[in-house]
Structure formats: structure tokens, C-alpha cells
């Protein structure tokens, strides 16, 4: 196991087996191409050997920090031993960093695939600091390779190798879900399209409630929509899309999210500049709960559902059969906002720009629509949200925001 620095060179030998050992070392200038030269020999004596696990494979020759890691931007590692060691098979490694940098990293283990693998790692990239959240879902000896490029650059560098032991692994139904990108929680991919001051700046989100409401600030010409996503979905009543809902004001964006069973769950964050046409991905968060909540959907969104448009109440999709429930919502630029089901009922605008009335809801199995008309000339009524009335006690309300 060899660890370089920029003046000095480790190298721990475990051999084996008992008996003699030849140690040779090659080196040759850094940065050369040349081939390595001959520079001495050890022989060593193993009188006892260490029946220990193998090391995992190192194909870049050397653990730890890179000898020139100052020269790749990264000025200090959170870690400074060679064997970084996770009781609770749980790690969060940071790298601070002299300039804004991309990472990629890679967890090899003997029994983890690499599916797997990916499933272990939640990356986040910020201007000045490089963080890797890491779970071991296997007890013993992992490597976990760094591998950074500037914002600009073409090729990644393998930066870093930490030799990770493992003493208690983490559940495999804990581990993070599949399809995190690079860019988790608020950094440099979010503060590029102008959101500022996240409510959660990290990006693992853990609620016993399960449900959370992730806000950032933004400029007035930006759009954000979001996506939910789990591996393993048990209920599939509705679909997990019907548990995100968006909200734009004026200089703010909401993601309510509430959750329908336990687990491990992907948010992931898409934009727009008015100057483009398609959304770009942003950054994901991770949101894990295990208390077992079975939260109802919220109503189901159309496209006219834009910046501007509040849900105050009701704060579910589902409503409870014949009974009478109280709408309040905003639409900018709506001229006559109604509620169609059982009936139609005209709502009335209020002072401060909220349209709300109360609506019975009917029979089970009836759609109740929530429509606007935006032109005095134009007679048709435009759907925005769509709800669910259903039997039973009350749907209790989801996140507000």
C-alpha cells in the first residue's frame, strides 16, 4: 500500500504468507512518460503473516491524495489518514477546493456490483468544497477513487484513492436511490441558473413525517419543474408524480413533497430561462424516510398550472365524498375561476387576488375539476388541477407552501 506526498513515499507490505519477501521500487519524474527506473530493494522476513481481507484492486498505484492534488484544485481532504473507517458503514467525505470543479467517483468493493455501487454514492458539487456521501452495504475493505476536472475541461483525473473499512454495513433497502447525478443538493449546477438561498443546502433529507418542502429563490424569467422517483414502489395506486407539486411565486419556487409509503426517494429539479425551450436538469435530492407515511396525492396538474398559481386549500387531491370543502386558490390573470363536479360553482375573487368558494363534492368516483377562463371574449374553460372524490375519513392535508 503506497501513499505519495510531494517530498516523501510511503509504502506498508502485508504479506501473505510466511517466509522471504523481494521489495523492489521503480519511480521516475513526475509527469514523464519515460519508462520507471530501478531505484533500490528490500527483502523482508514474514515471520507471522496477517490473515486479514485483500486489500480491493488500485489500479492508479498509490492511496490517498495525488502527490500534485494542490495542482488539480483540491487544497484539503476532510480525511487525512490512508484508512478512513465507517463504524455505521456511512462516510462523508469533503475535498475543499482553490476553484469551482466537477467530480466523479467510483466505490469498489469484492462482493459490490456496479449497479450496486452506484446506489452507495450521493455527490454534491459546490463552489468551493467537493462532498461524497458513501454507504457500505457490505462489511470490509472498499476503495473509493476521486476523479476531478475543472469546469471547462475534457478529461477527469483520478485525484484520489481512500481505503475505506467498513465494521457494521448499512441495509441494502437504505441505500440511495438509482440515477443521482454528479450535481446533489444546492452547488454550482443550481446557483448557474440564478437559485439562491436553498432550504435544504445538503442533499440528503431525512423526515419522519414524510413529506418535505425544498424552496429556493430565483430570478422572475426562470421556470422550475421537478420529478419524484423510487426503485421499488409497493403501492401503485397513483403514480409518484401525483406527490410533487410545484409552486411559482413572484421571486420563490416550492417543492412540496409528500410521500406515499417509507423509503428512499429521487427529487429531481429541472429549468428554464425564458430564452430556451426545453428544461435542463439542475441538481437531485435525496429524501429517505422510514416511519412508514401514507400520505394521499395531491390534485393532478395540467399545463396552465404556471408561476403565480397557489393552492391554499384544499392541500390534497383526494376529497372525501359528499361533503362540503372549501377552495381557495390563485390564478393570475384569470377572469372567472370555477369548480366543476357534481356542479359547477363559480368562485369569487377576493381582495387580495384569491379566488375561493365552497364546493360539495358528490358521489365517490366523481372528477372534480378546478377551470379557468382568461379572456371575457372567450367562452371556454381552461382545467388546471383535477381532484379525486373518494369514501372513507378525511384525507389529512399535505405540506403547504
Known amino acids: 500500500m503506497m501513499t505519495v506526498s510531494k517530498n516523501n513515499m510511503t509504502i506498508k507490505v502485508t504479506p501473505p504468507t510466511e517466509g522471504l519477501f523481494d ?8 509527469g514523464s512518460q ?3 527506473n530501478w531505484v533500490c530493494s528490500y527483502q523482508i522476513q514474514c515471520l507471522e503473516p496477517h490473515n486479514g481481507e485483500k486489500l480491493p484492486e488500485n489500479p492508479f498505484n498509490f492511496w490517498g491524495l495525488h502527490q500534485k492534488v494542490r495542482d488539480f484544485g483540491i487544497k484539503e481532504s476532510s480525511h487525512k489518514g490512508e484508512l478512513l473507517v465507517a463504524p455505521q458503514g456511512t462516510l ?3 475535498l475543499q477546493t482553490s476553484r469551482p470543479l466537477l467530480a466523479m467517483y467510483e466505490l469498489v468493493n469484492k462482493d459490490l ?3 450496486l455501487s452506484k446506489k452507495c454514492l450521493a455527490a454534491q458539487t459546490e463552489e ?3 462532498s461524497c456521501h458513501v454507504l457500505c452495504p457490505f462489511q470490509g475493505y472498499y476503495r473509493l477513487s476521486v476523479f476531478v476536472k475543472d469546469l471547462g475541461g475534457t478529461t477527469f483525473r483520478n485525484t484520489a484513492n481512500f481505503l475505506i473499512r467498513c465494521l457494521r454495513p448499512v441495509n441494502h433497502n437504505e441505500l440511495f436511490p438509482s440515477g443521482l447525478s454528479m450535481h446533489c443538493g444546492s452547488g454550482i449546477s443550481s446557483s448557474s441558473l440564478g437559485l439562491s438561498n436553498p432550504s435544504h443546502s ?3 433529507i431525512t423526515t419522519k413525517l414524510g413529506k418535505c418542502n425544498i424552496t429556493f429563490h430565483m430570478p422572475a424569467d426562470v421556470e422550475v419543474t421537478a420529478s419524484l422517483g423510487k426503485d421499488n414502489v409497493i403501492s401503485t395506486r397513483y403514480p409518484l408524480e401525483r406527490y410533487i407539486l410545484v409552486t411559482h411565486l413572484r421571486t420563490k419556487v416550492s417543492v412540496c413533497v409528500v410521500l406515499p409509503e417509507s423509503g428512499t426517494y429521487k427529487v429531481g429539479l429541472f429549468g428554464r430561462s425564458k430564452d430556451h425551450k426545453d428544461f435542463v436538469h439542475i441538481c437531485d435530492y435525496v429524501i429517505r424516510c422510514f416511519s412508514d407515511p401514507s400520505w394521499p396525492p395531491f390534485p393532478r396538474v395540467y399545463s396552465l398550472w404556471r408561476r403565480g398559481c397557489v393552492l391554499l386549500e384544499p392541500r390534497t387531491g383526494m376529497l372525501q365524498e359528499q361533503s362540503w370543502v372549501r377552495f381557495r386558490v390563485k390564478v393570475p390573470k384569470a377572469c372567472q375561476v370555477v369548480v366543476l363536479g357534481q356542479e359547477k360553482t363559480v368562485l369569487q375573487q377576493t381582495p387580495n387576488a384569491v379566488w375561493e368558494g365552497d364546493v360539495f363534492t358528490g358521489a365517490v368516483g366523481t372528477q372534480v375539476k378546478l377551470a379557468a377562463k382568461f379572456s371575457q371574449h372567450c367562452s371556454s374553460l381552461e382545467v388546471i388541477l383535477a381532484f379525486e372524490v373518494e369514501g372513507g375519513s378525511p384525507a389529512p392535508l399535505g405540506c403547504s407552501g
Open 92 to 94: 462523508l467525505l469533503t
Open 202 to 204: 445538503a442533499p440528503i
Open 23 to 30: 521489495l523492489m521500487i521503480f519511480a521516475r519524474h513526475t
Open 128 to 130: 468551493e468544497k467537493l
Open 34 to 36: 519515460d519508462p520507471y
Open 113 to 115: 456490483d456496479a449497479a
